[in-house]
């Protein structure tokens, strides 16, 4: 059997489509990039928010027609959407033959009429970069944000514990990660349930002693309440532990906090932005904000722009407010116009682009590390990353006479040049 797995949406996503594919490989299925060499092809979906889900839809009915057409024997739809609308689906989809759950991989592998095999690997998908590779913490949420379905379809937050994260961790390193990025719904609260308190940096401190002094640990979605001065001296202070923290804060004034279900102290949040900086003034910090929030003032979202000019954070993700179905968040009242939203986010950004940009030129003259992604031999150009830039999310840094190099490599470059997202470099010493 050959198939093809489609899988969407984020990081967490594709672990999970990576465990269900050493689940498949175990069981004799041959893994194919393409949908047109398949046999079989399932979608690994995305519920989180409308437009995910109309991604997640759109993918199902593509492949509903190559069935159609004879061109798939069978196909199959996966996770988060058959979470938040299984029954549904099926209702509305009968010629789909495999359905399962988020985390029911065993359940897929027996509905395309295989036996599981007992403890598999994980594997890769066809695309993944085999120098950058995710860890996922654990799964669930206890955070409860009013506008958020992730409780709804993934449930509490379950930790997997430290001894087994430490060995998945070693056979990614063994597998040729170079860089490993943890990634939860929320990494501060990682061990709660298992521990009875977090356990964030012992996690940490075992994996800088386990894995190769080579390899990266990257840390992704950390809860802002639950950062202090101690974690971020930590993380400074373990050079394997890149000085990257990606801190959702979702907006800072109180008021708009509290109709979040997020902690309402504006204080705190500025002050661990500030001391990031004052710790490593070249610290890259990350955040994602949301405009338009039910409520939302001008002066409200005026104090988010503050907040930013103050921070002087070097990325910034930001999303017009969504009502999701079956959200406190969607029966909030002050709906705030979708014009002005647009607004809101269009000024916001313009902001952080000046930002973002004067960031960027602090790097001009300086040595960096870059991990190699990617090699375009028509300029001699090699694309890569450093400290400063997580997977599909940040800009990149483009070595002039970069050709020679492989990717995944890891090497020294001076950057030469800045733009708003991109640094440009070249091989130092040359």
């Not at 400074?236 to 004034?253: E, K, M, N, T």
């Not at 375009?376 to 990353?385: F, L, Q, S, V």
Request: hydrophobic share 40%.
């Amino acid at each position: 059997m050959k198939l093809c797995i489609v899988s969407l949406g984020c990081s967490k996503n594709t672990v999970d489509s990576e465990n269900l594919i050493g689940l498949l490989e175990a069981s004799g299925v041959e893994i194919v990039s393409d949908v047109g060499d398949a046999d079989v092809a399932l979608v690994n979906t995305c519920g989180f928010i409308q437009p995910a889900v109309e991604e997640s839809v759109s993918a199902i009915l593509d492949l509903e027609l190559l069935k159609e057409q004879g061109k798939l024997k069978k196909i199959g739809v996966v996770g988060c959407l058959v979470n938040r609308y299984g029954n549904e689906l099926k209702k509305e989809l009968p010629s789909v033959d495999v359905w399962a759950r988020a985390e029911e991989w065993g359940l897929a592998v027996r509905s395309l009429g295989l036996i599981p095999a007992a403890g598999p690997a994980r594997g890769m998908l066809p695309e993944t970069k085999p120098w950058t590779r995710y860890l996922k913490v654990g799964e669930g949420c206890d955070t409860f944000c009013s506008y958020c379905t992730i409780p709804s379809i993934r449930g509490r937050a379950r930790s997997i514990g430290i001894p087994e994260l430490s060995s998945m961790a070693l056979d990614l390193a063994e597998k040729g990660a170079r860089e490993i990025c943890l990634v939860g719904q929320d990494l501060t609260i990682y061990g709660r349930d298992l521990y009875g308190e977090p356990r964030l940096r012992e996690l940490l401190s075992e994996l800088d002693r386990q894995l190769p002094k080579d390899v990266w640990i990257r840390l992704l979605y950390l809860h802002p309440s639950r950062i202090d001065e101690p974690f971020i001296d930590f993380v400074a202070g373990h050079r394997r532990i890149l000085s990257y923290l990606d801190i959702p804060i979702q907006h800072v004034d109180p008021e708009v906090l509290r109709r979040m279900n997020r902690p309402d102290d504006e204080k705190h949040i500025r002050r661990i932005f500030s001391y990031a900086r004052k710790a490593d003034p070249l610290f890259a910090l990350r955040t994602t904000i949301m405009v338009g929030f039910p409520g939302e003032t001008e002066s409200q979202f005026l104090k988010v722009l503050d907040f930013l000019e103050q921070a002087m954070i070097d990325r910034v993700g930001a999303f017009i407010f969504s009502p999701e179905e079956g959200t406190p968040a969607a029966d909030l009242p002050g709906r705030v116009p979708y014009e002005i939203g647009e607004d809101r986010y269009r000024r916001l950004m313009e902001l952080q682009s000046e930002i973002s940009l004067e960031r960027q030129n602090l790097f001009v003259g300086k040595k960096l590390s870059v991990l190699i992604d990617e090699i375009d031999e028509e300029d001699c150009t090699a694309w890569g990353r450093s400290f400063r830039e997580a997977p599909d999310v940040d800009g990149l840094i483009a070595v002039s006479g970069g050709s020679a190099l492989k990717e995944g490599q890891l090497l020294e470059v001076r950057v030469v040049d800045a733009a708003e997202h991109d640094l440009f470099a070249e091989i130092a010493g040359e």
